[in-house]
């Protein structure tokens, strides 16, 4: 803890004066009552009679001269609080303890995450079924046959059967370039493997024959693709995550490009890494834990302050549970991958990781640890005092102090 610098701020020598004189006040109370108990009388020594507080120069100097006669004009805030008071502010400074709500909280709620992960496939089965409601409207039936000849959509030999929208750069929302160009020109361009060899394919009708239409104009052609994007990402197979068109054409092996499809369209067992199982799916562990956690602590706050608005200790406290409860997750995610793998002699069962909640758990684990190294070793400082307490519209003149 740094000294009080020799030639002190004001409010330094007022705080301190002050807390002087109530010290000097107690114990001469504590004097006048011992002599009332023992019958004899002791004149009182005379106390500062410190001027107006409206008159604040006055105030100051009155302050330096009390001190200056006290002899106490370079101390620590230890020498000026009484052991209760560093023990509050030591108090004040340090993290929130966890309550047993709070652990039966984190433990709740680390369950509920854990097991929607584990089930995520047959919660993925009930959110298609819902979707295929979707997929039979008059304005879906409508767009499919809007956009039923566009050669993004090409399924012919080496293009991937059902796992043809990873095979090229048409259903890839991070490639929309490319793919607008494919239904201007009329011409499909993917990639695929023919015995070991990466084959480029360019195709301008579907493999029975039917030639693509040219659409020249870019808004018509942005328009369809946008369109039939639409009707497919509702569909069990969805849509292949940005970028993922393009592991897949930079693949240096086969066997490595078979991954990166399977990843998508795992051909049976749960579903793969899509739009659909990433937006939703995989996102309801990381809801489900960050929903729970926050509304516990905002009933906290709410009965124990009438207030939502958490406190700087409340938000470190809430990042602490919210990284142990995402831990479970992403423990429980983690090792189901990894029997996965193991049972399957597979890497196939990597689709078990969730990667929502392991991105948040990283994010939280930083957050926490550089919380904790910033945590003050001792009690606080007469600035930091000064900030935490004085209105926002509080003097100027009070310099560094004011807010």
């Not at 946008?226 to 054409?249: C, F, Q, R």
């Not at 693949?251 to 991954?259: G, I, S």
Request: charged letters at 25%; one cysteine or more; glycine letters at 8%.
């Amino acid at each position: 803890m740094p000294n009080v610098p020799s030639d002190p701020d004001p409010l330094d020598e007022i705080l301190s004066a002050q807390q002087q004189q109530l010290r000097a006040s107690r114990d001469q109370v504590a004097q006048l009552r011992e002599s009332l108990e023992q019958g004899s009388h002791t004149e009182a020594p005379g106390l500062l009679e410190a001027p107006s507080a409206a008159d604040y120069d006055a105030l100051t100097a009155a302050s330096r001269d009390y001190l200056q006669t006290q002899g106490r004009t370079d101390l620590d805030i230890e020498d000026l609080l009484e052991p209760e008071d560093l023990d509050l502010l030591r108090l004040e400074s340090q993290r929130l303890g966890w309550t047993t709500s709070d652990m039966a909280a984190v433990g709740v709620c680390g369950l509920v995450g854990s097991v929607t992960a584990v089930l995520a496939g047959a919660i993925d089965d009930v959110i298609v079924q819902q979707l295929k409601l979707v997929e039979q409207t008059e304005l879906i039936s409508r767009w499919k046959r809007e956009t039923t000849n566009l050669p993004i959509d090409y399924t012919g030999a080496y293009a991937g059967g059902k796992a043809h929208r990873v095979t090229s750069a048409g259903h890839d929302i991070g490639r929309p370039v490319e793919a607008i160009r494919q239904i201007m020109e009329g011409e499909y361009r993917g990639t695929g493997w023919s015995y070991g060899q990466k084959v480029p394919l360019t195709r301008l009708g579907t493999p029975f024959g039917t030639p693509y239409d040219a659409v020249p104009e870019v808004t018509t052609a942005l328009t369809l693709w946008i369109k039939h994007l639409i009707t497919d990402v509702i569909t069990a197979t969805s849509l292949p995550l940005p970028g993922w068109t393009a592991l897949y054409e930079a693949a240096p092996t086969e066997k490595l490009a078979d991954f990166y499809k399977d990843m998508y369209w795992p051909r049976g067992g749960d579903a793969g890494w899509n739009m659909r199982t990433m937006a939703i799916t995989k996102s309801i562990p990381l809801v489900a834990v960050e929903v729970g956690i926050r509304t516990k602590l905002g009933w906290d706050a709410w009965t124990e302050r009438g207030s939502l608005q958490a406190t700087d200790r409340e938000r470190a406290k809430r990042d602490e549970m919210l990284l142990a409860t995402h831990s479970v997750v992403t423990a429980v995610t983690s090792g189901q991958a990894v029997i996965e793998c193991l049972t399957t002699s597979s890497p196939l069962g990597l689709r078990s990781l969730n990667p929502q909640s392991t991105i948040r758990t990283a994010q939280l684990g930083i957050k926490v640890v550089s919380a904790r190294r910033a945590e003050p070793e001792g009690p606080p400082t007469w600035e930091e005092l000064a900030i935490r307490s004085l209105a926002p519209d509080a003097d100027r003149r009070l310099g560094i102090y004011s807010i």
